[in-house]
């Protein structure tokens, strides 16, 4: 709806005119009476108006010079002068100036009002119309031009060149100093499991798309299946203030969590640069923690260059032996991060570690490679210190549980020990025997003794000692029972034999153990 003002000073004309149309219906409204052109303007400060109606003789200011203040301060509006017939010279200025036609007091009526109008609201609509044409193509201009650079710089990343062939494409702003800035949406994975692939990159074409909106100058390009690469103008240097209100905006509008690290650059032949420092700093949620935003710093930036080179073959001894002995995954787990905590290794090298470490444990357990593809995949989606401490505790926590010693061969004779291995570890608080578990496997008491023995190179009762040790460690680490309710729950009927191999396994008391191994989970900062 276009809004009209009318300015006379005298007030029947005024009225006059109000009475004649029907505002509304020609989708109109008018918003303002006014006796003379002062009034009128102090009103135009607060607010436009499409069509302005005025008489040209007023006092304090006449209609000329009201309409000269208007068009300056409004150049889309349109002007009708009212007049009386001593008015020419007065309206042929007015017309010269942009009015669009003036009208007659003495014979003003409500059709040539309306046709007067309706001319109006055409000139406006089809102003509006070139205006619209004219933003959509420059849009579509920019659009088309934040494309081909989006394309040139997507070109340099992948081929990994410093410079382009060609410099045809590079605009003006990249010369100078700008932003990099590599976001990643946190928990894509959840995402993509919810709610599907395609759901997640719309996600992220429409986080791209607002962007673009956000800069004026830049560009924003998809560069992995969670991520995106953003380049802009460094203009004001209060880059962390501005990326910490975008990515809240963008945050609170899609219900979303994203980290983000930035680096700043100058010239085209530094962009392959700012993507790898942008990155970099990004990865930095691995071991602060997600939702952040990191800037690339020079201390940053010399670690990042000296990253040590993943061990393969880094010592696990330690780890491998508290596992071995049934102590406290958190222990061994604890032990790891105090390596990984340092930061001398990248997040893709301590997962790398872990996964090591993991295969280490199989081999020593049931050394299952279907399961250890199954268990690295989980390692691998981990997406911060944490959640790869946790992911790698439980693994762990469930190898111990299926503790069973590897066997000599997969034969006959190995699954008969296979059996009677599960059936110890279903029973082993109970009053096991040799007889009971020769008994269950359908072997003689004597030739089960020698099969056990070469399949799993100990003794049975042996290892039955080991297996129930291994439960008081897990007892006494995790809660603050009697001694004596351990054993019991263990399958030590007798206490005092219990603490005594117990010393003898592990070189102290149960209490001793309690006290060194019964502390708060493991913690990453």
Known sequence: MYRVMIVDDEPVIRNGISAFVDWEEEGLSVEDHYANGAEALASLESGSVDILITDIK?????????????????????????????????????????????????????????????????????????????????????????????????????????????????????????????????????????????????????????????????????????????????????????????????????????????????????????????????????????????????????????????????????????????????????????????????PEQVKHEAYSLLAGVNKLHTNDEALLAERYEMLNQAETLEQLASILACQLEEMEKSFIPKLTDNGYGGQLITKALEYIAAHYTENLTLQSVADFVHLSKSYFSLLFKKQTDRNFIDYLIELRIREAKKLLAHNDGRVYDVALAAGFKDVKYFSKVFKKVTGITPMEYRDKHQTPEFKIG
């Open 58 to 346: 007023m006092p304090l200011i006449n209609g000329i010079q009201l309409m000269k203040q208007s068009i300056e301060r409004y150049p889309w509006i349109k002007v009708v002068l009212i007049s009386n017939y001593s008015d020419f010279e007065y309206v042929k200025e007015g017309l010269q100036l942009g009015a669009v036609d003036y009208l007659l007091k003495l014979t003003l009526n409500r059709d040539d009002l309306l046709a007067v109008l309706r001319r109006c609201i055409s000139m406006l609509e089809e102003e509006r119309r070139k205006d619209s044409e004219r933003h959509h193509f420059q849009q579509g201009a920019l659009y088309r031009e934040r494309k081909i650079v989006e394309q040139e710089i997507k070109r340099l990343i992948v081929q990994e060149q410093s410079s382009p062939s060609s410099t045809a494409w590079v605009p003006a702003w990249l010369e100078m100093s700008y932003v990099c800035v590599y976001f990643i949406l946190d928990a894509a994975e959840e995402w993509r499991e919810n709610d599907g692939f395609l759901y997640v990159q719309l996600m992220l074409e429409e986080l791209q798309e607002k962007l673009y909106e956000l800069v004026e100058e830049g560009t924003a390009l998809l560069v992995a299946e969670n991520s995106l690469f953003l380049i802009f103008p460094n203009n004001d240097g209060e880059v962390e203030r501005r990326l910490g209100q975008w990515k809240q905006l963008l945050e609170t509008r899609w219900e979303i969590s994203t980290s983000a690290g930035f680096a700043i650059e100058q010239g085209v032949h530094n962009i392959l640069k700012g993507f790898a420092d942008s990155r970099s700093a990004c990865q930095r949620r691995f071991f602060d923690g997600l939702g952040g935003l990191y800037r690339m710093s020079e201390l940053q930036n010399n670690r990042e260059n000296t990253y040590t080179v993943a061990d393969p073959s880094y010592d696990w001894t330690p780890i491998f032996e508290m596992i071995s002995a049934g102590d406290p995954v958190s222990f061994a787990v604890e032990f790891a991060l105090e390596r990984w905590k340092e930061g001398a290794l990248s």
